[in-house]
């Protein structure tokens, strides 16, 4: 029982430390693909930086000499930014989003959600207040509508002919650049106003078991104020042109009465499942049909096999068809004593060759003596006995009577000299 329990161990030692190493060799190949894409990006923006910078550089000195920055890619879209630069590249660790929500509770209890006021502390538009129009929990990133708007370029294989180059949208902001933004009373004044909250978190915890949806209340602490969740605008549905109008779902196009089933027919064979393997009654026409489909699949496949037989299995099946026209053959009488004159033959010739005697006679006192044993009479009645028996069998298998064995020469004993 412990070498057992050593080997158990061992095994799971040994389980545990090919885990650790394939986690490792995928945290190491993640991180090595984010940081990759993370310096293209980067790359990408400083190449933007340059190209304005020189662009800056040669209308002051060359004036209305210098090169053009709208022709070619660019064309139409001169000042925008490249389409790469949209989104962030990469996958955020969940350390990585937990840290750009730390504010907000963290990125896996996010306290924030769509249509929240905020406030953004970085960009362009720092300083301004919005609504929150999308989040991204991937990225821990934001959308707020009409603001850190900008020109993103694009690119001709993504555009139809008449669109423009550059469309003007929002880009997206990591939640560590923006605060929530609520209306507080304050208890001495009275005063109702905008406050910025800094820090959130959540509280009461619910968390269903059947659905496992997650409920809880986000709190100011220290201040112990509870912050309502934005109200959910109704989703707009649109009409378009295949959907089914109220009133045909709605009008009456069936009455029951007591001269049909309640149903049509089909319905009732399709909710019965009439062609189930299972079932142990079918109807004639289905039995029939199912017949005619297996004939048709035995005719396929003798067809099949015909078309693919070769010449020699050609000459083969028509051996065997005019072999079985002809039937099963019979043996005659002469055939039958030719047989028996080979058997004999045989049995003699292999009967020489052992160097034995077939001759056999019931013991008695007068023919036991050796003398007659080894005589050479005995060896020289040996061929015609063997011959006798072959041409017993022969005749007994032609339904002829056997012809009379001959008979044994017996010589007495001479008497015993009289006294």
Same mark, same amino acid.
């Given at each position: 029982?412990?070498?057992?329990?050593?080997?158990?161990?061992?095994?799971?030692?040994?389980?545990?430390?090919?885990?650790?190493?394939?986690?490792?060799?995928?945290?190491?190949?993640?991180?090595?693909?984010?940081?990759?894409?993370?310096?293209?990006?980067?790359?990408?923006?400083?190449?933007?930086?340059?190209?304005?910078?020189?662009?800056?550089?040669?209308?002051?000195?060359?004036?209305?000499?210098?090169?053009?920055?709208?022709?070619?890619?660019?064309?139409?879209?001169?000042?925008?930014?490249?389409?790469?630069?949209?989104?962030?590249?990469?996958?955020?660790?969940?350390?990585?989003?937990?840290?750009?929500?730390?504010?907000?509770?963290?990125?896996?209890?996010?306290?924030?959600?769509?249509?929240?006021?905020?406030?953004?502390?970085?960009?362009?538009?720092?300083?301004?207040?919005?609504?929150?129009?999308?989040?991204?929990?991937?990225?821990?990133?934001?959308?707020?509508?009409?603001?850190?708007?900008?020109?993103?370029?694009?690119?001709?294989?993504?555009?139809?002919?008449?669109?423009?180059?550059?469309?003007?949208?929002?880009?997206?902001?990591?939640?560590?650049?923006?605060?929530?933004?609520?209306?507080?009373?304050?208890?001495?004044?009275?005063?109702?106003?905008?406050?910025?909250?800094?820090?959130?978190?959540?509280?009461?915890?619910?968390?269903?078991?059947?659905?496992?949806?997650?409920?809880?209340?986000?709190?100011?602490?220290?201040?112990?104020?509870?912050?309502?969740?934005?109200?959910?605008?109704?989703?707009?549905?649109?009409?378009?042109?295949?959907?089914?109008?109220?009133?045909?779902?709605?009008?009456?196009?069936?009455?029951?009465?007591?001269?049909?089933?309640?149903?049509?027919?089909?319905?009732?064979?399709?909710?019965?499942?009439?062609?189930?393997?299972?079932?142990?009654?079918?109807?004639?026409?289905?039995?029939?049909?199912?017949?005619?489909?297996?004939?048709?699949?035995?005719?396929?496949?003798?067809?099949?096999?015909?078309?693919?037989?070769?010449?020699?299995?050609?000459?083969?099946?028509?051996?065997?068809?005019?072999?079985?026209?002809?039937?099963?053959?019979?043996?005659?009488?002469?055939?039958?004593?030719?047989?028996?004159?080979?058997?004999?033959?045989?049995?003699?010739? #292999?009967?020489? *060759? !052992? $160097?034995?005697? +077939?001759? %056999?006679?019931?013991?008695?006192? =007068? @023919? &036991? /003596?050796?003398?007659?044993? #080894?005589?050479? *009479? !005995? $060896?020289?009645? +040996?061929? %015609?006995?063997?011959?006798?028996? =072959? @041409? &017993? /069998?022969?005749?007994?298998?032609?339904?002829?009577?056997?012809?009379?064995?001959?008979?044994?020469?017996?010589?007495?004993?001479?008497?015993?000299?009289?006294?």
């Amino acid at each position: 029982m412990q070498k057992i329990l050593r080997r158990v161990a061992t095994a799971e030692r040994v389980a545990a430390k090919r885990k650790k190493v394939k986690e490792t060799k995928y945290f190491k190949k993640e991180k090595k693909e984010h940081v990759l894409d993370h310096r293209s990006q980067v790359q990408l923006a400083q190449r933007e930086f340059d190209r304005a910078k020189q662009a800056v550089r040669d209308r002051w000195a060359l004036g209305p000499l210098a090169p053009r920055q709208d022709v070619g890619e660019w064309a139409g879209a001169h000042g925008a930014i490249h389409e790469a630069r949209f989104r962030s590249y990469g996958r955020l660790t969940l350390a990585m989003r937990n840290k750009r929500c730390a504010w907000a509770g963290g990125a896996y209890n996010l306290n924030l959600r769509v249509n929240d006021r905020v406030v953004l502390l970085e960009g362009p538009d720092k300083g301004k207040i919005g609504k929150i129009a999308s989040i991204s929990e991937e990225t821990a990133e934001v959308t707020v509508a009409g603001l850190n708007k900008s020109n993103l370029r694009v690119g001709p294989e993504m555009r139809l002919p008449d669109d423009p180059a550059a469309v003007n949208i929002e880009l997206p902001l990591p939640i560590s650049a923006i605060r929530l933004v609520h209306p507080l009373k304050d208890p001495q004044t009275g005063v109702t106003r905008d406050v910025i909250i800094n820090q959130l978190a959540h509280s009461g915890m619910l968390v269903d078991r059947v659905t496992g949806k997650r409920e809880w209340e986000r709190v100011v602490p220290g201040l112990n104020v509870s912050i309502p969740w934005p109200p959910e605008e109704p989703e707009e549905l649109k009409d378009y042109v295949c959907d089914t109008l109220r009133i045909d779902a709605e009008e009456r196009t069936f009455v029951p009465t007591l001269l049909r089933p309640p149903m049509p027919p089909a319905i009732i064979d399709e909710l019965r499942n009439k062609y189930s393997r299972f079932r142990t009654r079918h109807e004639p026409e289905y039995i029939a049909r199912l017949e005619a489909e297996e004939r048709e699949k035995e005719e396929r496949r003798r067809q099949t096999e015909e078309s693919m037989r070769t010449p020699l299995q050609e000459f083969h099946r028509q051996e065997r068809a005019n072999k079985k026209k002809k039937g099963k053959p019979r043996l005659t009488l002469e055939m039958l004593e030719k047989i028996g004159e080979v058997i004999a033959r045989n049995r003699e010739r #292999s009967v020489n *060759a !052992a $160097g034995v005697s +077939e001759v %056999s006679s019931p013991p008695s006192s =007068s @023919s &036991s /003596s050796p003398s007659s044993s #080894s005589s050479p *009479a !005995a $060896g020289a009645a +040996e061929p %015609s006995a063997a011959t006798a028996e =072959s @041409s &017993s /069998s022969a005749a007994a298998a032609a339904d002829v009577p056997p012809p009379p064995p001959p008979q044994e020469e017996t010589s007495q004993p001479p008497p015993p000299p009289s006294t």
